[in-house]
Every structure is written in structure tokens, then in C-alpha cells.
């Protein structure tokens, strides 16, 4: 497996040191594309994740962010066109979403959905088993699930009447991303991938949230944040923070980062984005050659 910490499409930050150079690598992207219809929407996006990690992605609207988010996790909508995405050596493109998901990756969705006529309890109850079997553990019993989410509950400090009610309905844009982070408290995933979970929460909301993430991530875990701004990075500081343009990463660095994008912007994207591009134009012939 390489041993590259990230590859960059463009980058000024040649030297960013791997933090946990000994840390396995968890998830590794290389040189991924992907459309939806015939519209490609990445083109060449490169990662890779370590346990114990947080990266955060960030970029304007339509740059790829939540449609990487969706091909990591298998959306039929998605179809990937080259490249290559590994999961703890495994290839991930190959594997069902049902599979990925059972095999520890998760994904917290911007608009998470609401399942009416399924009971929020059951639905977590399943999931969890589904889960642990994967792993080689035994199923819980109702007895011992309904002591499990009642702690983990506090994780996000939700009421437990929500367990009762259907997957999501009726519950606010907070209740509904308190609801995705309790999934993720109860399935442990390995790679968390969380796709603007910040939107349309309120400041108290986001504080709960973002303690929950920051309270499930652990060292054998990693977490990749797709966010567009950078109060959620207030709440949980990121190991890496990338520049996502035009369907792909066009600059990596520290946290810092998001401080200099939070004060300057992204009009600083276009013109680096068409530097790159016509670098790569000049290339071309060469390499057709």
C-alpha cells in the first residue's frame, strides 16, 4: 500500500507533515472520478485518512464535496469513471452500500431523510445488530439495546422520547443531526463521514453535535468533515483542512487554513484553479506524445 500522506492535485504546502506517520491508513483515494448522468463532477481527487485523523473538507457550492461524500458511501446515483478508493486494503468501490456501511463506514447526511412508520428505536436497534455481527459479536437483545442508547443518548443530549417516534418525523433540522450522531454513537464506525452536518443548526445545536463528534472520535477512528464554513472547525479541530474546487482538491494545509479562507474567501479559487488547468493544458501534448 503507498505510503504517501496525501497527494496533492496543486499544492503550496509540499511539506505538511504526516501527523501520525505510524497510525494505519484507514482510507486511501487515488486519482478518483466520478459523474452523475453524464455530467463528471470529480476529476481526480486524491486522499488519504489515517486512524485517529479529522479532515476537513471545504469549498463553494458545486466544487464535489457532497458528491464525494456520496461515492465513499456507495450512492447508486454516482458512478465512478476511474481511480481507486481503499478501505483498510479492501477495495471499497467494489463493496455494496449495505456492505460499507456493516463494514464500518458512515455517512451523517446534510438532509438526513424521515422514514415515517418506522420506529426511530427499531430502526437504531437493527442497525447496531447489523453492525456487531459484522464484527463478530452477539446481537443485543431489546433488554440490553434499550440500556445501550439510553447512554448514548447522552451523548448528544436527547430526549428519549425521540426513540419512539419515526425516523426522523417531525423532528427539527438539530433533532435530525442529534438523531444522525446517535446512529453514529451506536454503530462505531471507522471512518465517520459527516457532510455538513453544521447546516441549519442554531449555536447550541452545533455545540451538542459537535461535542458528540469530538466525543466519539478515538484513535483507531477517523473522521472526514465536508462543511462550508468554519465555526464548526471552532468546535472540532481538524488534523487537515482541503480546498475542494472543480472536483478536486486544489490545496491542503493545517487548520490554519480554514482561519485564512474564513478571511479571505474563495475568490483566490479561480485563479488557481485556471493556473492549474493550464498547466495541465501545457502538459498535454507531451503526454499524448
Known amino acids: 500500500m503507498p505510503s504517501d500522506p496525501i497527494l496533492f492535485s496543486s499544492s503550496p504546502f509540499p511539506d505538511l507533515p504526516v501527523i501520525r506517520p505510524d497510525a494505519p491508513v484507514l482510507l486511501e483515494i487515488r486519482d478518483l472520478h466520478a459523474r452523475v448522468e453524464a455530467k463528471a463532477i470529480l476529476k481526480g481527487v486524491n486522499l488519504t485518512i489515517r486512524a485517529g485523523e479529522i479532515h476537513a473538507v471545504m469549498g463553494r457550492n458545486g466544487s464535489g464535496k457532497s458528491t464525494l461524500s456520496k461515492v465513499l458511501a456507495g450512492h447508486p446515483s454516482y458512478t465512478v469513471t476511474g481511480g481507486s478508493v481503499t478501505y483498510r486494503g479492501e477495495n471499497l468501490l467494489e463493496l455494496e452500500p449495505e456492505t460499507r456501511a456493516r463494514a464500518g463506514v458512515f455517512l ?4 438526513p431523510v424521515e422514514i415515517p412508520g418506522v420506529s426511530n428505536l427499531e430502526f ?20 440490553e439495546f434499550e440500556d445501550l442508547v439510553r447512554e448514548r443518548l447522552q451523548v448528544v443530549q436527547m430526549d428519549p422520547a425521540f426513540l419512539e ?32 452536518t453544521d447546516s441549519g443548526l442554531d449555536i447550541d445545536a452545533l455545540r451538542i453535535v459537535a461535542g458528540g463528534v469530538n466525543h466519539l472520535a478515538t484513535p483507531d477512528t477517523a473522521t472526514l468533515l465536508i462543511t462550508h464554513y468554519q465555526r464548526l472547525l471552532d ?3 481538524p488534523d ?11 490545496r491542503t494545509g493545517g487548520k490554519e ?10 475568490d483566490w479559487v479561480d485563479a488557481e484553479l485556471a493556473a492549474l488547468e493550464g498547466a495541465e493544458a501545457d502538459r498535454l501534448p507531451a503526454e499524448v506524445a
Open 257 to 266: 487554513l480554514a482561519l485564512e479562507l474564513e478571511q479571505r474567501g474563495y
Open 124 to 143: 437504531l436497534r437493527v442497525s447496531t445488530n447489523a453492525r456487531r455481527v459484522h464484527r463478530g459479536e452477539a446481537e443485543l437483545d431489546t433488554f
Open 240 to 250: 487537515y483542512v482541503h480546498v475542494m474546487a472543480a472536483g478536486r482538491i486544489l
Open 165 to 196: 417516534r419515526s425516523v426522523n418525523e417531525g423532528f427539527s433540522g438539530g433533532e435530525k443531526k442529534r438523531n444522525e450522531i446517535l446512529q453514529m454513537a451506536l454503530l462505531e464506525p471507522l471512518v465517520a463521514i459527516l457532510d455538513e
Open 108 to 111: 451523517g447526511f446534510q438532509y
Open 235 to 237: 468546535a472540532i479541530t
